[in-house]
């Protein structure tokens, strides 16, 4: 078979009913997505998944939801104000602006770690490699420099004054601050982490791999707060749960994931890998673990004033405790999910059929109910009716049977109801298996059992 494009994905994305381009009637806006019906509910079966993985099944984890809006000292303490930014070139030709790292990454088709080289290596390597313009084909660049991706807007305060107040462009600063409120309310003890699923934002210049790099995406993360001398014991736990949940629990293949430890570390921090997935477009970052020291407590005791130490209650001791950091964006996981499930089959009729092999409890639809003829339809409404309580089910009588099973498989329904002139005699409905196509009949008032069992496999 032929390999997955980025472009079959959007296609299919789009024609489907999982994700559609931002704005769209008015001409598009640049870099946002809206998740369609099909999309929201895979996407929040992944947040879920994550959910259930990191935070209900840890009894040490405890979860938060943090402003958007924050003082923006906070955003002075983690130094975000003052030195982040990416480094960006702009075409003197079609000025269309590009990031540099990326510009290196995509000419050597990842071969090349730029996040560890300097800019002025950046510029030494773009120049001696005649790296073009990606927009217009020229070879005209400007110098790096960096821009600072914050959204800024403002608060109206008294008369004309008004307060600067970023968009957070992380999550994790609402978990750092918020640790004493929680070590204290949920009486915590060390090590114990805070978990969070949120809405960030980052004014990013370069529009990236349909829903890869976007302005406003949603990360999964949570910070361990550690011991330093356990620090790197948890380090090593969180890479092999990471691992664990996007290969055994979302399904993705192991053979298109790997760890990458990061060529240039933070100045405060003791370690830091990716685990990366091969996308159409390459070997990508997916997720990050990080093992922070105890560089963001400390900086928010320095800022706020407040003191952010833990006392042991067995020893009495008092410390900062490290962070060790483990962060997914819900969006490329989303995007990854639906690249590594999407299938092209040829049947042993010498028919193909294009099926979205996802794990059960993440479709959108988990049944849908077929009416064998239209004439059957009281009796299938009223098994969908009662499945709708239990599940997201779907009801669909347009066209051949045949027809109805191939666009569910190909949207990841992993089981079709069929209402037959037989139900109307035994109760009983004939149910499909969307990746064996395998039929049985059951009862239906086994029905909702029955569904229950085969997603908890």
């Given at each position: 078979m032929e390999e997955l494009t980025m472009q079959q994905i959007v296609?299919?994305?789009?024609?489907?009913?999982?994700?559609?381009?931002?704005?769209?009637?008015?001409?598009?806006?640049?870099?946002?997505?809206?998740?369609?019906?099909?999309?929201?509910?895979l996407?929040?079966?992944?947040?879920?998944?994550?959910?259930?993985?990191?935070?209900?099944?840890?009894?040490?984890?405890?979860?938060?939801?943090?402003?958007?809006?924050m003082n923006p000292?906070?955003?002075?303490?983690?130094?975000?104000?003052?030195?982040?930014?990416?480094?960006?070139?702009?075409?003197?030709?079609?000025?269309?602006?590009?990031?540099?790292?990326?510009?290196?990454?995509?000419?050597?088709?990842?071969?090349?770690?730029?996040?560890?080289?300097?800019?002025?290596?950046?510029?030494?390597y773009i120049e001696d490699h005649n790296i073009k313009c990606p927009n217009c084909g020229n070879k005209d660049w400007t110098q790096i420099r960096k821009f600072n991706p914050m959204f800024i807007t403002s608060r109206q305060m008294v008369g004309d004054e008004k307060d600067v107040v970023?968009?957070?462009?992380?999550?994790?600063?609402?978990?750092?601050?918020?640790?004493?409120?929680?070590?204290?309310?949920?009486?915590?003890?060390?090590?114990?982490?805070?978990?969070?699923?949120?809405?960030?934002?980052?004014?990013?210049?370069?529009p990236g791999n349909f829903l890869f790099r976007t302005v406003e995406f949603e990360q999964m993360e949570l910070q361990n707060f550690c011991k330093a001398e356990n620090s790197m014991e948890t380090y090593d736990s969180y890479k092999q749960k990471a691992l664990s949940f996007v290969k055994?629990?979302?399904?993705?293949?192991?053979?298109?994931?790997?760890?990458?430890?990061?060529?240039?570390?933070?100045?405060?921090?003791?370690?830091?890998?990716?685990?990366?997935?091969?996308?159409?477009?390459?070997w990508q970052e997916l997720n990050g673990i990080h093992n922070r020291g105890e560089w963001d407590l400390s900086r928010h005791q320095e800022f706020s004033g407040k003191t952010m130490l833990y006392t042991d209650p067995f020893t009495n001791e008092k410390f900062l405790p490290n962070v060790v950091e483990y962060s997914i964006g819900a969006d490329r996981l989303f995007l990854a999910t639906l690249c590594n499930a999407y299938k092209t089959e040829k049947l042993d009729n010498d028919e193909t059929r294009v099926v979205l092999k996802l794990k059960p409890y993440l479709a959108p639809f988990k049944v849908a109910v077929l009416p064998l003829q239209k004439n059957l339809g009281e009796k299938a409404s009223e098994v969908y009716?009662?499945?709708?309580?239990?599940?997201?089910?779907?009801?669909?009588?347009?066209?051949?049977?045949?027809?109805?099973?191939?666009?569910?498989?190909?949207?990841?329904?992993?089981?079709?109801?069929?209402?037959?002139?037989?139900?109307?005699?035994?109760?009983?409905?004939?149910?499909?298996?969307?990746?064996?196509?395998?039929?049985?009949?059951?009862?239906i008032a086994e029905l909702v059992n029955y569904i229950t069992k085969k997603l908890e496999a």
């Open positions: 296609a299919f994305c789009k024609s489907r009913g999982f994700v559609f381009p931002g704005s769209e009637i008015y001409g598009g806006f640049a870099n946002t997505w809206d998740f369609g019906p099909l999309g929201v509910e996407k929040n079966n992944i947040k879920k998944a994550w959910w259930k993985t990191f935070v209900q099944e840890d009894a040490n984890t405890y979860g938060v939801d943090a402003a958007i809006l000292r906070v955003w002075e303490a983690s130094g975000h104000v003052q030195s982040f930014g990416d480094p960006k070139m702009d075409c003197k030709v079609c000025k269309q602006r590009f990031r540099a790292d990326t510009l290196v990454e995509n000419h050597s088709k990842n071969t090349v770690s730029a996040e560890a080289m300097t800019n002025e290596e950046l510029e030494k970023y968009l957070r462009p992380e999550t994790c600063q609402g978990e750092y601050i918020n640790f004493q409120n929680i070590q204290r309310t949920m009486r915590a003890k060390v090590p114990f982490a805070i978990a969070q699923i949120g809405k960030s934002f980052r004014n990013e210049i370069t055994d629990v979302i399904g993705l293949d192991e053979t298109k994931l790997r760890f990458h430890d990061h060529d240039k570390l933070a100045h405060y921090a003791k370690a830091a890998c990716d685990i990366q997935y091969n996308f159409p477009m390459g009716n009662s499945l709708i309580k239990h599940f997201m089910a779907d009801y669909d009588e347009a066209g051949s049977i045949g027809k109805r099973y191939r666009r569910h498989d190909e949207i990841g329904t992993p089981f079709c109801v069929t209402v037959d002139f037989d139900t109307l005699e035994d109760n009983s409905v004939t149910i499909r298996d969307r990746d064996t196509m395998k039929q049985e009949r059951v009862k």
